[in-house]
């Protein structure tokens, strides 16, 4: 069993900062991606970022400039550092990683979520 859990959600005002952090925990498993989601009310959920299996970063139009994945192997964790924040990027940021474990081979898996609203 794999778990993904996301912390560093929050309130801040617009043009700050946040740091979002997604560990894996589980047994013997092996993380080919890992990416950065959101989902906003009233919305369907949206990629924001994610790190091909080569490391390369992907970011969605509206995060370019502002957004940085990165990825700590070493922790199977992955981070997104959200800088000049937007009342628009207030949403649920998930974490999602196609990992592999020997009982199910491949399959997507998804935190919990972490909130971040951005004020005005």
């Known amino acids: 069993q794999v778990h993904l859990v996301e912390s560093g959600g929050g309130l801040v005002q617009a043009g700050g900062s946040l740091r979002l952090s997604c560990a894996a925990s589980?047994?013997?498993?092996?993380?080919?991606?890992m990416g950065w989601y959101r989902q906003a009310p009233g919305k369907q959920r949206e990629m924001v970022a994610d790190l091909t299996t080569a490391g390369r970063p992907n970011y969605a139009d509206s995060v370019k400039g502002r957004f940085t994945i990165t990825r700590d192997y070493t922790k199977n964790t992955v981070y997104l550092q959200m800088n000049s924040l937007k009342p628009e990027d207030t949403a649920v940021y998930y974490c999602?990683?196609?990992?592999?474990?020997?009982?199910?081979?491949?399959?997507?898996?998804w935190g919990q979520g972490t909130q971040v609203t951005i004020s005005p």
């Open positions: 589980g047994s013997g498993f092996i993380i080919n991606t």
């Open positions: 999602k990683g196609r990992i592999w474990t020997s009982s199910i081979g491949t399959s997507d898996y």
